[in-house]
């Protein structure tokens, strides 16, 4: 039972231009919402967070936009750099519950 | 502030052979997570410890044990190792259990051969 889905394995993006991953999710206990960057043989590292009592979540060129009565949330990267190129995971937890991930979109940003 | 240790980084392993992996959280952080990532698949979440205590357990047989010490540091251990088994182990740690986020170590790279 995938709680949470990345639908787009994949995504390529030139440089400077907006890079947008989607995600949705089906439980409607979560109430916590992060997106993690991770690089081959590394572990994740978070990049933003949004709680349910919010819509919108900005850091520098990332953004968060959290829907939800469609149960989705998306981040916004613009503009998108090179060093951008990673797999990104969004993730969702609900209270005192485990942090449940995504299988992850391959974004590659492209000079 | 140092970040999340996992050690070792990579270990190699016979089929039935048992392995402990270990995990240092960030200084103040009482919560330790455990994530295995295959090929192909996300994070697969395996226990969850704050304050000594196991609060969430994720789908895996048996073979997969967790426990957390008094200074908040963790270890996993893994019995009679399957091929299978083979996979980027993950740490995270965080303050506490809710709505705050996880920072993770790099891993470790277990080779089952």
């Known amino acids: 039972d995938q709680q949470v889905k990345q639908n787009s394995p994949s995504l390529s993006v030139q440089e400077g231009r907006i890079s947008i991953l989607n995600c949705d999710y089906t439980n409607s206990m979560f109430d916590y919402f992060l997106w993690y960057k991770k690089y081959p043989a590394e572990g994740p590292t978070f990049l933003i967070s949004?709680?349910?009592?919010?819509d919108k979540n900005e850091d520098g060129r990332f953004t968060v936009f959290l829907n939800k009565s469609a149960k989705h949330l998306s981040l916004h990267i613009v503009p998108s750099q090179p060093g951008d190129s990673a797999v990104y995971f969004c993730a969702a937890k609900g209270g005192f519950q485990k942090l449940v991930f995504g299988t992850g979109t391959r974004l590659l940003v492209s000079p | 502030k140092a970040g999340v240790t996992q050690t070792p980084r990579y270990l190699i392993k016979t089929r039935g052979q048992q392995v402990t992996l270990s995990c240092s959280p960030i200084s103040g952080h009482r919560s330790v997570s455990w994530y295995q990532q295959t090929p192909g698949q996300g994070l697969q979440f395996l226990f969850e410890y704050f304050s000594e205590t196991q609060r969430n357990k994720g789908n895996f047989p048996g073979r997969f044990s967790g426990r957390q010490f008094s200074n908040s540091r963790s270890e996993m251990n893994v019995s009679t190792l399957e091929l299978g088994d083979s996979a980027l182990y993950l740490c995270?740690?965080?303050?506490?259990?809710?709505?705050?986020?996880?920072?993770f170590g790099q891993g470790t790279r277990l080779t089952v051969v």
């Open positions: 949004i709680s349910s009592i919010k």
């Open positions: 995270a740690s965080s303050f506490r259990t809710e709505n705050t986020e996880a920072f």
